[in-house]
């Protein structure tokens, strides 16, 4: 009898759930939604759109080399290269076509130079410490890349059985993809493995990354990282694409609210509903790439200041020391006053401007103040209420001992302003010529028409 109820014992024992199995069952035991390391390099990384056909007036990858230690000295981690493979001549636009009507995956745009000299421009930027990510056109091919003869059942067709561009937009030089088709996600994936391994590249701008089906960049990620830890930016603006994918995406909603607030067709609301969002439904590990410019903006929409005017200068900081990775589109340090030509030669004219100094000492308090990193290494964006809150931006972002106050008038009119709640309180030094300042809930502080003060703690 006793040997019975010892067997029953030890079976009872050995089939029921452990405390780690049921704990780890337990639905309501909250999971972490964002499963992919950021490479550590990025923490505190600032990011360099790099238009070679521009850059230079050679518009060569060797001419380009040559600028790095200037971009260096300005203070950017990881440079943006747009797309450097052969541009497809089936219905191309204009002389030299669209960079993202691609003929060749595994192929260098003689335009720009050799495998060779782009090897050569990563392992320089490597040698200084900044990394490197290429353009990747996932969504589409040129109409004459081999592919698709090769494959033709890669593609997708229109109503009358022909392949077709992206749908509704006027992208008539190329041809859509169809991802339900294995073979071209092996192809794809292993194009991008190609260039980590064979050039050293760290990582992908991912074109139109919304139009190509998230389980593709999810298990290219990974098959990337793999390799090299790798950095991923998501042309799309979308909180999913964070999970497994990306590591950053484009803050298009932040961009569009200053493009509205310097109209005078919206007021400091149109960033509070960015940043509420933000907050509330993104997860904390996502970069959110803000910018003032990039090579669509400056094609199609206008320059900065055709775009800003007056609010630039606040526009331009807030990118920095507000929540989000920033963006410096190449000629923005120049001021470039002009749209360059997409299909066409246009180099950017270089020369001395007040923005080189603003964006090298952004980029150097950013770097010096923990509060302002990247996410997940930064603080998040605490609210300080103002008494003109549809006229001024006010917030604080904290963490441990390094504190960052910062003020925007997004007005065109003077604002003195007292403080109502927030962790505004504190002994700080002005950004803009070092200078100490006190604030407490008696204080009043005047912001100049489209004026900013950053202040922090040391």
Same mark, same amino acid.
């Not at 790095?68 to 203070?75: A, Q, S, Y």
């Given at each position: 009898?006793?040997?019975?109820? +010892? ?58 080399? +040559? ?15 747009? @797309? ?67 494959? @033709? ?8 059985? =022909?392949?077709?561009?992206? @749908? ?94 310097? =109209? ?16 509330? =439904? ?32 606040? +526009? ?119 200078? =100490? ?22």
């Amino acid at each position: 009898m006793l040997k019975l109820i +010892a067997l029953a014992l030890l079976t009872s024992m050995m089939s029921a759930p452990t405390y780690a199995a049921t704990k780890a069952a337990d639905p309501y035991t909250p999971k972490p939604y964002v499963t992919l390391k950021h490479p550590a390099w990025s923490k505190d990384a600032v990011l360099y759109q790099l238009n070679i056909r521009q850059f230079t007036r050679e518009g060569t990858f060797k001419a380009a080399e +040559a600028q790095l230690p200037r971009l260096k000295e300005l203070g950017v981690g990881i440079i943006w290269l747009m @797309p450097i493979n052969p541009i497809g001549e089936e219905n191309r636009k204009g002389t030299l076509g669209s960079p993202y009507s691609v003929k060749n995956y595994y192929g260098v745009n003689p335009e720009f130079g050799t495998l060779a000299e782009l090897k050569s421009f990563v392992a320089a930027a490597h040698k200084l410490g900044m990394h490197v990510i290429l353009d990747w056109v996932a969504n589409h091919t040129a109409w004459d890349n081999p592919m698709h003869k090769l494959h @033709p059942d890669w593609y997708e067709h229109d109503w009358k059985g =022909a392949n077709r561009p992206t @749908p509704w937009w006027d992208w008539s030089d190329i041809i859509d993809l169809d991802y339900s088709k294995p073979g071209l996600r092996r192809y794809m994936t292993d194009a991008m493995k190609y260039w980590v391994r064979v050039a050293d590249i760290d990582g992908f701008r991912c074109d139109v990354a919304g139009y190509v089906p998230l389980d593709f960049w999810e298990n290219a990620r990974a098959e990337l990282d793999r390799i090299k830890p790798v950095f991923m930016l998501a042309e799309f603006d979308q909180r999913d694409v964070h999970r497994k994918a990306f590591d950053a995406s484009y803050a298009w909603k932040w961009n569009n609210a200053m493009a509205d607030i310097a =109209a005078g067709k919206a007021d400091v609301g149109a960033l509070f509903g960015y940043y509420s969002e933000t907050e509330s =439904a993104w997860p904390a590990e996502a970069m959110r790439m803000t910018y003032t410019e990039n090579h669509d903006q400056n094609a199609w929409e206008g320059t900065e200041f055709e775009r800003f005017g007056k609010a630039l200068p606040n +526009a331009i900081v807030l990118s920095f020391v507000g929540e989000g990775i920033p963006l410096i589109y190449n000629g923005q340090e120049a001021g470039n006053p002009k749209r360059l030509k997409f299909f066409e030669r246009d180099p950017i004219e270089w020369r001395d401007h007040p923005n080189n100094d603003l964006f090298k000492r952004l980029i150097a308090f950013r770097k010096a103040h923990p509060a302002l990193w990247n996410a997940p290494w930064g603080a998040a964006m605490t609210p300080v209420v103002n008494t003109a809150p549809s006229k001024v931006l006010s917030f604080v972002r904290a963490k441990n001992r390094d504190k960052v106050f910062a003020l925007f008038n997004l007005s065109g009119d003077t604002q003195t302003i007292g403080f109502t709640d927030g962790p505004s309180d504190g002994h700080y030094v002005d950004f803009a010529d070092g200078s =100490a300042l006190t604030i407490t809930r008696s204080t009043s502080v005047t912001l100049a028409p489209w004026s900013y003060r950053i202040l922090s703690s040391k």
